[in-house]
């Protein structure tokens, strides 16, 4: 239905960005229009089409405010009279309305409201219906893959020509992040090819991408990650450099507030990525028990009976790896301590944390399997064969180096020029606990994740004996006032606890 | 779990209205903050409370930024430490995650979430989840009540001593708007109470509120609505102007995106606001039937079963009227000429519209019989009596005054200085449809319910016969723009259509 109002022009120029037009809220009211509503304003032969905001400055009631920039293309004199009609609303509404009325949508209604997310159509209350929709009924198998190929699809898309496309995903947790840096060379180093994307720290005082970046840049545009991959075999890249999957980053902001975070969204959001690099098989590591996400065992297995569904789909083979996990994997805690850990198992240096080599090792040979790469119960050897033979630390050089970064760094030289200072054990007896917490906290007071060099290095860990007086754990900083900042912090938290 | 921070001095003072202080947005996602979290920030011996917000600039890594207001309460010097906890999230949030997730939730549970919504503690992005939530499973009777009883508490309330309170209150559409003012008066004048709080035009060219206001001021607090009601046994006031109910509005904002109004949140929202008066009896007129919000009788039914099961719970008998409404009731469109019509019926003047007089009988015999005033089948004729005796009008005067208005109005005194312009019709035969939406299009641009004596006035109703070139309906503006502009849009449409 349309209907005429008078045009007034505010004289601001917003640049482009935002084509919005102000209307009063008895006139929007009126005419059945709430903001973000899209109306289409002629003039002449002139058409422009706009959202609606509401306001109750500059205009008066009759009026429809347009700025500058809209101005221009209708070109119309001020007070002269112009018709507007309501355009309807996206289709997704009516989706969004329909998931929240207990039924099921179609793959083209899940398509509509992923593409109207991604690109603005649905304000953040409407896309905040849309997650709440998802707790009236479990999603399908169905809605499930049509959610994923409608996240892949929305944003960017890789293609490879080998068919022995792999990757392994940690889910949660600090727990194995660094075991990625380990299991992809060792990977790519025997010709298969996988590129990994990964995230930088949102809890925790280092993510992948940032302990990576120690050692080479990580923020590539889609053709540098295409040629990386295509002469390395692999990549280890920050996934926010590129637009895979977009609606997964707005969802994920209005499931914040109410720390929502079912099973359904994680499995769509990790398996969208995937679809989106192009993966075939994939080794998905799951930490359960207490404290993490999955409770259960019993609870994991459905999990992962998801995750095969759903993966089936795509033609993508998935294994769930259960693991549980108490503490850390290595010893240092921050961007280069991390960086410092990995190479010093790439390396095969003498004092390198056996639990990351294990745990890498194990998720490697994990893939190698799966992938049918080798037979079963043959994956670990032919890992560790390829880690202590030192090809896959020529591979991490060759991805280091076409990353940008320099391949002849030595594990000792990332920590040069911090101040650090000791903490000592108060007693005598055997590592009880282990606060995962409380190390991020201090960590992130040491200044990491943004000081790379920044950090904690644990010398015991759990079940560890000590001696009252020997150093549980030194802190390293850049600079004096973060150095007592986190000691002041200290005597809030307790990280190594001694039990008798 | 407390951490430390260097304090950062922003140089802004907000007024003390937002007690806001700022985070890097890794600090807050390393301490598990979100914004909206509340914070006790300590310096010293003195203690501030604020919420959290996230930005990138002003403040580093490590810093929390803080306004001049708090500032001057925590007395610190720029980059000192200080030590913050974040605060439990209000258990409204896990209240609103359970209902979420299926199971119902106790009257304790409701009351925090509606007390939340109302002190603004809950976000949008919170109260939408919560009101998602209704859609996981139907609010049990038990939950209703819990809603209506939060709802009316945590707003005024207001009690009287005599038992014989009544209301009637009409649900959507415009007709039967008007005929709370003829029937308030009878009600009054017979002895009964009848607190009347009315709304303003959302969506129709005005609200009794605003018709009201043509006689009278209708904005009042709580004190003087206690006044006029003791005095005259009955008020037309604007409840906007008390804070009966205040969650209702909000929830009202967050549901508009999606057009959500499921029955429950209607009878919720009437039925707090009756608690909240004070009302024992209540008759509820209800229109139905294709293009109203209720869709056929059976669906009528059980919304009558709902508004009698909550009204049991707080001792207030409820009555649903059901009514087909095709067209206005009565002939005026628009503040003035609506109150003209009211004006017309209760002065008894031969050019009063009858259906506007019937219907306001109707219901007001109906509230005579349901409060046992009077015995089944004669309300009608007393509340005809008191109309006819002069009664009805004599106590309107009497609101009028206690209200601020000129008792000694006349029905013809409020349209004088008006423009006008007559529409005639293009053919002769029998008025087969009036078309309410256009009615109120053409309404609003005329400048109603800004403008009091703008609007429409009907002079055919459905069914009446016309001759080619009779008048249909005079358009009334106070400007000639708005007259000129409404010409304009009746071109786009058709008020009266009529058949052969």
Redesign the interface.
Known sequence: ??????IRRIDIDTGGDTQVVLLRG??A????I?P?DRLQIRYQQRTITAVADITHHSIR??EIGVFTDLWRILKPTDGQ?V?IDVLARPPS?AA??KK???KEITASEIHSIISDIVSHRL????T??FV??G??KPYTTRELVGMVRAMAETGEMFTWRRRLVVDKHSVGGLAGNRTTMVAIPIIASLGLLIPKTSSR???S?SGTADTMEVLAPVSFDGAAVRRIVRQAGGCLIWGGGLSIAPADDIIIR?S???S?EPYDKMIVSIMAKKVAMGVRYLIIDLPYGPGTKISSLVEGRKIEQRFRDVGRAFGISVRVKFDRANEPIGQGIGPALEARDVLRVLQQKDNRPRDLEEKALGLAGELLELSSFCTTGKGYAIATQALRSGRAWAKMQQIIKLQGGNPLVDADELLAGTLTADVKASATGRVSAINN?AI??IA??L?A??QKRAGIYLHKKLGDRVKRGQTLLTLYAVTA??LA?AR??LR??TIITIGR
């Open positions: 239905m349309a209907f005429v109002l008078n008895r006139d009211d009126a005419f059945g709430t973000g009631h009759g009279t018709t509404i969004i309305k929240l009325l207990g304000s953040a209350i409407e905040t219906y709440a929709s707790y009236i720290a949102i809890t005082p209005v914040r507030p109410l929502l917490r991020d906290e992130r007071t200044g994740p943004d006032d973060r900042l002041q912090a809030l938290h």
